[in-house]
């Protein structure tokens, strides 16, 4: 990485801060940072609000950097004068700075739009990535098009969500071409269903030229980066350390690159690991940040709608308890479906996951006694060796309900498992059962093809349109049945006379005459067995023509 790569990435880092303000300026397009802060500072006095960190942070940026503040703001995703800046699907604005460079940066998640991320774990795309993308499309119309032939360059980032939206507008933008870089700073990758379609939409070559484009930049222990199949390459990664400590400080953009705990602000820039040489290191990743990688794995290997039920279900889980400001006005976003087997989901594959990545991983195990220290450490700070003391009979006594919660985990997930094995069997008892179908219905379409063809032959052969719905569709005719039977009759009719002047005989020969005469009796002894030719003659071209007005009865209706 270059120092001007490095001094680009610092710049976004700070503008990324931006979105997170809940900018209620009207008409600030077109004006310098230092405008928007002192607008926005006398706001903030105004109410009596509390200045927020992202605020405190660009306010500490431009005094230690003056220059910083001649960045200008071209562009916002929502210009809605009527609208709460929150309202806007995705907050997305797009900078300018002093070297005519063009800086577009995506907000992470918003309130009530949580679920999207476990959308993303499984969708091709979702409403999100897609809303992103015609953002950029917009701009570019607007600006871009010809920022390449003034020796600008143009650049996409984002924090979070808006780093994994970054990431996608690289790739999928009708306007992807006029992107020089993307910086995604702690972006989450994405489903294996949308990396088979960026590689399948546009190509091996064009998709690896885009990755080259992208650089990842995460806090040490970050822990979204790692979710999902991450699709920038490790060479183009990088971790920066963050001050504070717990989930909060370990993801927030602020705490990357100068906030302390008390919410004091200063600015150097992130903190790049460098070598002795001067150049930039990628960086050591934190044991929370690697087991996220560990849990992202196992849960990615989950059935895809047993995955998409455990995200989704998280995701509003998060949405709802931990970032919902007034839950009974919160609406989670539309075009998500959450149903109650999702929670099913997470509650039968996601927990028993999550339990045995903790308990059977090294990643896991390391997270828990890091976690256990911490405990010990607070308890010994505040209470001293009785704290301690009373810390450890707590874990005695809590490690046979940990122990047997862990266990009805590891039940639950192989009575998933088996669940899922027996849904799998039925689904291929009903895959083959509609494969029987198909064939019975194909060869019905075969058979009504081919008498259709004798039909259309039999009528055209017929020699009077009046004939033609009466030509036999079988080869054998009843009526020529019938002329056999009656045939057969009429020679038993005749060998009837005959054997009874066969008869008379007897009757006036001798006893030399009679074996001559009992020679001449056997044919005309066969007359019963005519009659029975006959019989059966006659009811075979009844059936015969019976079974071909069925058959014809069933061509035409499926003509």
Known sequence: MTDRIAQQIDLAALLNTFVYLDNDVVGIEGGTLREILQIMGMNM????????????????????????????????????ETAAWTDDLIQAVTFRDAEGNYYVAYRGTGEGRWADNGDGMTAESTQMQRA????????????????HARGAE????????????????TVAADYEYLID??????GQGFSEKAVASFRARYGEEY?????????????????????????????????????????????????????????????????????????????????VGELTKVLSAEMMAMDEEDLHGTAVALMWGIDYFCMAEN?????????????????????????????????????????????????FGKAYDTFGCFGVAGVAALFVLLAGPVKKLLGLMGKLKKAAQIGDRVFDLLEE??????????????????????????LTAAREASPGAGQADDAPLLSADPERLREFAARTVRCK?????????????YRRTGLLGLLGLMNTAVLPGAEWRLGQCGTWLYAAADRLERAEGRIRKEVCSLL
């Open 45 to 80: 006095d105004a109410r009596g609000d509390e200045a927020k960190p992202e605020y405190l942070q660009l306010k500490a940026a431009l005094q230690a950097c003056p220059e910083l503040g001649d960045v200008v703001l071209v562009d916002r995703s929502s210009t809605n």
């Open 429 to 454: 008892a009903k895959r083959w059962a509609g494969k029987a179908r198909e064939a019975v219905a194909s060869i019905q379409r075969v058979a009504a093809e081919r008498l259709g063809r004798r």
């Open 132 to 147: 992103a993308a015609s953002y950029f499309d917009s701009v570019a119309e607007k600006y871009l098009t010809d920022a």
């Open 181 to 186: 870089r993307c910086y995604s700073f702690d």
């Open 493 to 505: 009719s005749r060998l009837g006379g005959i054997d009874e002047r066969v008869g008379r005989l």
């Open 154 to 169: 143009v650049i996409v980032t984002g924090h979070s969500k808006g780093g994994n939206e970054s990431q996608y507008v």
């Open 207 to 287: 998709y690896e030229r885009q990755l080259d484009k992208m650089y990842a930049v995460c806090g040490e222990n970050d822990f979204v980066h790692g979710l999902g199949h991450v699709i920038i390459p490790p060479s183009r990664t990088y971790y920066v350390p963050t001050t504070g400590s717990g989930m909060t400080a370990w993801h927030h953009i602020c705490n990357m690159i100068g906030v302390t705990a008390a919410g004091a602000a200063s600015y150097a820039g992130l903190g790049w690991e460098r070598a002795q040489d001067g150049g930039y290191l990628h960086g050591t990743q934190g044991s």
């Open 327 to 375: 839950r009974e006005e919160w609406e989670m976003l539309g075009d998500v479906d959450l149903k109650a087997s999702d929670f099913v989901d997470l509650i039968a594959h996601g927990a028993p996951a999550v339990a045995e990545v903790l308990t059977e991983t090294p990643e896991g195990r390391k997270v828990l006694r890091q976690l256990a220290g911490a405990v």
